[in-house]
């Protein structure tokens, strides 16, 4: 707590102003209104004060209530604010309810500090684009509902965050519209999140049909004394919300979505698919962790879940040559890790990665951001070179933020949190524990090679001089903000300011220290390994094959387009032609043709009907006098 | 009085029936198609009639008289649509009055 009263301590507000915790949320969609109804006669730099001074301000507001908050409430407990009610129906009772406890106010520190940074880099790097306006209502937008999500004191408004982040995700990655693909990587993104959504929905009615309650503390109070460990109703729960999770976070089996979504603009990339919304899955498990833990066996399969992506995305990373996508993949790597701390239970691990990921990732696509623009939108790192003399600012950044990434020891926040995660889930024991360590040190190795292989390539080497745009003071100034937070974050403790390491990573702490001499020494062997390849001149680091399968992401999106997309698409243009309508068609068609038929007989001949009459009767007193005789 | 057997006015009774269809099938002028079935109500008459008489019962004579009151309504009403249909048509061949046709 030290460090928070170094923090916090000068500015030692009231207890009162924690009853502004809803103006937090509220002052972004106040920005989003305001730039949607009245953004048309606003000057330009009216729109960009508006996008980045509503949740600068929440910023500001979140940082002194956080203060407040913390030094007027010990940990475990928790402020809740009702609102008003929200939906009352039968059992139902769902309620407009926000609650602070530690684990949302890192949240939310994470999401207004990193995210009025991303939007003030925003206002330089978006400066010339036709959709300004669009641009910072959506982002703002974006803001209230990750909010929302994060303060939701009760799951069913948790969840309305949850979709509205993913609609603004959806709005973002699909911005610059009059691409078409940059449509279909929006649609793919949103999908594949939305199968994740459905599993959400099912295991919020499981959890509400059995306990009759959507409010969070009192759910897993009532889920911890009503259902034993392992039984069926708490493992389907904790099943269908881990899939709603791995959707929204990008894991195994649903991560096809997250590369493609680097079509936004890269601040969007930088805030909402690194920084904030894909690590909502990690904050979900980690708020529902009660829930989990009465089902040992979806936990350890989060476990699996994270150490599979975090190997598999790692991989991928490698076969890399769009930039974005590098730093997609690895932001999928990272969540791995922080999902892989969950499934041994360690929250306070998995937070700190979270938090610290998120600002060397930020900076890592900020800088990125500068990087696109000097070399006038290029993302190739093959064709780019020797730019760190030239941009110094955004070398600095890059270099800040990869080496985070990898964990270089001692001077990275990088290396603090991951080291944390490693450790516990080797201090979690058994052989589930090692095999989780070996991925995690595994995972190091190649974050080395990955992370440092585009900072070769795009900072040295053969210079360009044909460099076009520099980014301004507003763009350098995040980044520079960001830089120091990228190295000196893991100053913040974050799990001390959750109130303490949990009991799994407590334990880590009287371990040996040769495991985590390993794992540093993996993420430095990885570095040297990505600057052996760059120094004699090779473009790819893997051999042919490997590179072609980590190219194309291990080939999920070809066996999802033959498994699902094919067949959905064979469906719908079976169903264009309507059978059922077919069949309903066809017996009009028969009535008609019946019609037709019957009315052939009307000829309008009296000579007709009298020879027809005569027949049919000679036929009908001929059958009867038949049977007569018979009988 | 010689009784005359049953069968014989059997008999008489389809000639005229199957005389009277044919005039129905075979003429033209709806005139003549009314004076068949007038044949071919008669020849029923005559069969109720026989009937009777064979089995001693007045119920063949009580159809009869049934039956020529239903000719007479039939002949009235008959003849005003022939007469109505000549008026409008002006012929009265039932090979071109088709205008019902389907």
């Known amino acids: 707590m030290l460090i928070f009263d170094t923090l916090f301590g000068w500015i030692r507000p009231g207890a009162g102003v924690i009853e502004w915790l809803w103006l937090i949320a509220a002052l972004p969609l106040a920005g989003f209104l305001l730039l949607a109804v009245a953004g048309r006669w606003l000057p330009r730099w009216a729109i960009g004060a508006v996008g980045v001074g509503s949740v600068a301000l929440a910023a500001g507001l979140a940082f002194i209530t956080a203060a407040a908050f913390l030094t007027t409430h010990a940990p475990g407990t928790a402020l809740s604010q009702t609102l008003w009610p929200w939906l009352s129906s039968g059992d139902l009772h769902a309620v407009m309810s926000l609650r602070l406890d530690r684990l949302s106010t890192v949240m939310m520190l994470v999401i207004t500090g990193v995210g009025s940074l991303i939007l003030l880099y925003a206002a330089g790097y978006m400066a010339d684009d036709d959709g300004y306006r669009r641009f910072f209502a959506y982002m703002d937008l974006f803001v209230f509902f990750m909010l929302v999500l994060v303060l939701a004191g009760d799951l069913l408004l948790l969840f309305l965050g949850w979709e509205g982040v993913g609609l603004c995700s959806y709005l973002l990655i699909g911005f610059w519209y009059r691409d078409p693909d940059n449509g279909a990587a929006a649609r793919k993104a949103f999908i594949a999140t939305r199968i994740g959504d459905a599993a959400f929905v099912a295991g919020l009615l499981v959890l509400f049909t059995g306990l009759g309650t959507t409010d969070i503390p009192e759910l897993l109070a009532r889920a911890v004394q009503q259902w034993p460990a392992g039984s069926v109703p708490a493992v389907a729960a904790a099943l269908l919300l881990l899939g709603g999770a791995v959707g929204k976070s990008a894991q195994l089996p649903l991560q096809v979505w997250l590369p493609d979504a680097m079509a936004g603009p890269t601040p969007v990339s930088a805030l909402i698919h690194a920084a904030t919304m894909v690590t909502a899955g990690v904050y979900l498990i980690a708020r529902l962790l009660p829930l989990f833990e009465l089902a040992p066996a979806v936990l350890a399969l989060v476990g699996a879940i994270g150490a599979l992506t975090l190997l598999l995305a790692a991989y991928a990373a490698l076969g890399q040559n769009d930039i974005k996508r590098i730093l997609a993949y690895s932001t999928i790597s990272q969540i791995g890790y922080m999902i892989m701390a969950l499934g041994v239970g360690a929250v306070s691990a998995a937070m700190f990665h979270l938090v610290s990921h998120a600002f060397f990732k930020a900076l890592l696509f900020l800088a990125a951001g500068g990087v696109i623009l000097s070399f006038g939108g290029e993302h190739d790192i093959r064709r780019m070179g020797g730019l760190w003399r030239r941009r110094p600012v955004v070398f600095a950044g890059f270099l800040a933020g990869a080496a985070s990434l990898a964990a270089v020891p001692l001077v990275t926040a990088g290396f603090y949190s991951k080291d944390l995660i490693i450790s516990t889930v080797l201090a979690a024991g058994g052989t589930e524990g090692r095999l989780l360590w070996l991925a995690g040190t595994l995972g190091a190795f190649l974050t080395g090679i990955y992370s440092f292989r585009p900072l070769f390539m795009v900072f040295f080497g053969r210079t360009r001089s044909d460099l076009q745009d520099r980014p301004g003071w507003i763009m350098a100034l995040p980044m520079l903000v960001l830089t120091v937070l990228a190295l000196a974050g893991g100053l913040i403790d974050v799990p001390a300011l959750l109130g303490g390491l949990d009991a799994s990573s407590a334990a880590h702490e009287s371990g040996a220290l040769a495991p985590e001499l390993i794992v540093v020494a993996a993420g430095l062997l990885g570095i040297l390994v990505a600057y052996i390849a760059f120094a004699t001149g090779r473009a790819s680091i893997l051999p042919h094959w490997l590179e072609r399968a980590a190219h194309t992401g291990l080939g999920f999106d070809r066996l999802y387009d033959l498994l699902l997309v094919r067949p959905f698409l064979a469906l719908t243009r079976a169903i264009r032609q309507d059978p059922v309508d077919r069949a309903f068609e066809g017996l009009g068609r028969a009535a008609a043709w019946t019609h037709r038929w019957l009315s052939a007989t009307q000829t309008g001949r009296l000579r007709w009907y009298a020879s027809a009459t005569t027949l049919g009767g000679v036929l009908v007193v001929g059958a009867m006098l038949l049977l007569a005789v018979q009988s | ?102």
């Open chain 2, 1 to 102: 009085m010689t009784t005359i057997p049953a069968d014989h006015a059997l008999y008489t009774a389809a000639a005229l029936f199957a005389l009277g269809l044919t005039g129905v099938l075979v003429r033209r002028s709806l005139l003549f198609v009314l004076m068949s079935l007038e044949v071919m109500l008669n020849a029923v008459g005559l069969a109720f009639v026989a009937g009777g008489a064979r089995w001693g019962q007045a119920d063949g004579q009580v159809m009869f008289l049934l039956v020529l009151t239903l000719a007479a309504a039939e002949v009235a009403i008959g003849l005003a649509l022939l007469l109505a249909v000549h008026l409008r048509v002006g012929t009265l061949d039932g090979d071109r009055l088709s205008r019902l046709r389907g």
